[in-house]
């Protein structure tokens, strides 16, 4: 049999070369890829660097015909022919990349018949800034809006980490805001006791604050670890304002302990109108999934006014208006009456991501966040968009931060209970909790031994 053996190898090698390699029966090209066409398959080539593809093919292409390492793709028959859709996350296809190969009889296909749209996203990322951990900062103001009209809020100035033995007798800052975004109203120094003030002035013309206090012996602030609240700014928004604007600190000096001038590490702060939505997130689950996928295909390729448009699936063109952690999420949308391949690459963009955070209006939105949480969504901090009401008893399994963001969460109907083995650090961020004192009592429980709580709500 040995003498046999090269003969059935080089045989094998020909059979298996049949089946993989085949000639190029001919090939063409778009603005946006290049074709090549087979006996039994077509092949399809990125001609330049793009987010999204959409390629018309006058036939009838099933779905399992069509093979691709896109993350996203789309097979739909279209009047006259199929489409395919194809766009890779959050990455580009680059010049030259096999986008999808077809299996079929693709032997007539000619260029004057397909069609092909592309688009390409310039930039995804943005450097996400950490929360301020010392020094003197501005503390993020989120607030519900959409930006019709103007609002009213604060924000407050904040310090930490100065000195733990040393208390703070002067303080003197300078800082910018953007004024045609808001308007600086009235600043009001949080610790009176003692102070001297020598500045308190705001210029809505400029954008600038200018502040400065000296307090008396015995009068100091301790600026410890904990953190400080110094002043409180109240501002109202310009009208048609929505999405975030800074607030920089320019300049900071203080004077602590025996007449020390020191310059501490001084952070800006953002201030954010409206609540950011994920977009693509189409069943409400909090993450944009294969189930959203499902829900987008039937839409895809549709205009207004046909019945099958939708708008709440006309998700592009599309914008990332929030800043960190929703600096690289699409999450304003600007409907264009069309679902095609822009609305593919903002759906794509946002596919695999979960909110970052959840905000929260109502006593329903608080406790469909907490119920995601303890059902598997990765931790994320839950903002209060406004006073809540709890009319029976709410339990917390996770260790996530709690920004009451100012407002009040009223404990009327039933406690509010934090009950988790997880360890970590979990913060109440400032505003109100209201007991109920009566009987039956109703309160914040706290029941997580392995991890630290540190609550700075004040209690009604």
């Known amino acids: 049999m040995k003498k046999y053996l090269p003969v059935l190898v080089l045989l094998v090698v020909a059979v298996l070369s049949g089946c993989f390699r085949t000639a190029v029966k001919g090939d063409f090209e778009t603005d946006d890829v290049v074709f090549r066409i087979h006996e039994s398959h077509l092949e399809v080539f990125a001609k330049h660097e793009m987010s999204g593809v959409d390629i018309f093919i006058p036939s009838s292409i099933a779905e399992e015909s069509v093979f691709t390492d896109a993350l996203i793709s789309i097979v739909k028959e279209v009047e006259g022919g199929s489409v395919i859709a194809l766009a890779d996350g959050k990455k580009n296809f680059l010049p030259g990349e096999k986008l999808v190969e077809i299996t079929g009889n693709f032997l007539g296909l000619k260029s004057s018949s397909v069609e092909t749209a592309s688009v390409l996203v310039s930039s995804d990322y943005e450097e996400q800034v950490l929360p301020p951990q010392n020094g003197v900062y501005v503390v993020d103001t989120w607030m519900y809006g959409d930006g019709s009209s103007s609002i009213n809020g604060s924000f407050f100035i904040s310090a930490s980490t100065i000195s733990a033995t040393e208390p703070v007798a002067g303080i003197d800052l300078s800082l910018s805001f953007d004024q045609t975004k808001i308007e600086v109203t009235g600043i009001t120094l949080i610790k009176e006791d003692g102070a001297i003030k020598a500045l308190n002035t705001f210029d809505n013309t400029d954008g600038k604050i200018d502040l400065a206090v000296g307090y008396q012996d015995g009068k100091e602030i301790l600026v410890d670890t904990t953190p400080v609240n110094l002043y409180v700014v109240n501002f109202k928004t310009i009208s048609g304002f929505r999405g975030s604007t800074n607030v920089s600190i320019d300049s900071a000096k203080l004077v602590k302990g025996e007449l020390i001038l020191v310059e501490p590490t ?101 406790r469909k966040a907490v119920t995601s949480l303890n059902g598997g969504l990765t931790a994320a901090p839950i903002i209060f968009y406004g006073d809540i009401e709890l009319t029976s008893e709410l339990v917390l399994e996770k260790i996530v931060d709690i920004n009451l963001n100012g407002y009040t969460l009223v404990l009327s109907g039933g406690a509010f209970k934090i009950t988790t083995a997880d360890a970590g650090t979990m913060n109440i961020y400032p505003g109100y909790i209201q007991r109920n004192t009566s009987a039956p009592v109703y309160d914040l429980v706290i029941n997580a031994p392995a991890a630290t709580v540190n609550n700075f709500a004040t209690y009604k």
């Open 266 to 366: 001084k952070n800006g702060g953002t201030i954010v109108v409206g609540a950011p939505k994920l977009l693509g997130d189409f069943n409400l689950d909090y993450k944009v999934d294969l189930n959203d996928l499902t829900e987008f295909k039937p839409h895809y390729r549709t205009e207004s006014p046909s019945t099958e448009y939708e708008i709440e699936y006309d998700i592009g063109p599309a914008t990332k208006d929030y800043p960190a952690p929703w600096a690289n999420i699409y999450t304003v949308a600007a409907p264009d009456d069309s679902i095609d391949v822009v609305d593919l690459v903002v759906f794509s963009r946002n596919y695999d991501e979960q909110v970052p955070e959840f905000f929260v209006t109502s006593e329903g939105e608080f």
